[in-house]
């Protein structure tokens, strides 16, 4: 194939006899004539490849980014990375950037979406009760397994119910 017109006439030459194989497909169903399909379009496959490796295609233009460092395809110009971030790296600037958030995070606080349904008279008594004194000293003196589950159903009511 050193003839580039021998090899572009081999290449439409097995193209057409494989689009008249393709068309067959549908309507036979012998062995030897699948066979007979499967290799011409093989020839094809094989034809426009070799084809398409001879030619030489202009170079793709570099991908736009948004990114200064991805734009950058010359290993020089990012100093053999292709994904670092262009510019010396501040540990200053970084330490004021995170302080910045840190301050900003302060005023932030996650409130509970759901309202909490108002507490049954039980549980309202149970809490009148343990906020007495001290609380946790009541909670410790006077432990109560059975009033400990129905605070707990309580809650699950509370909740769920």
Known sequence: MSDPSAGVSDLILS?????????????TTHRSSLLQIYTSL?????????????IDF????????HFSSAAATNPDETGGQPMEVG????????????????????DC????????RPLSPSATAAEERRFF????VD?????????????ALDLVYQFHG
């Open 109 to 116: 606080f996650i409130k509970n979406k759901r309202q909490k």
């Open 133 to 136: 004194d001290d609380g946790f």
């Open 42 to 54: 093989h020839s094809a496959h094989h034809n426009l490849s070799n084809f398409l490796s001879l």
């Open 58 to 65: 202009p170079p793709r233009p570099p991908p736009e980014n």
């Open 15 to 27: 193209l057409e006899q494989a689009t008249f194989m393709a068309k067959q497909l549908q309507s």
């Open 87 to 106: 510019g010396e790296y501040d540990e200053v600037e970084a330490e004021e950037e995170i302080s910045k958030v840190q301050d900003k995070m302060r």
């Open 139 to 151: 909670r410790v003196k006077d432990f109560d397994a059975h009033a400990m589950r129905l605070k």
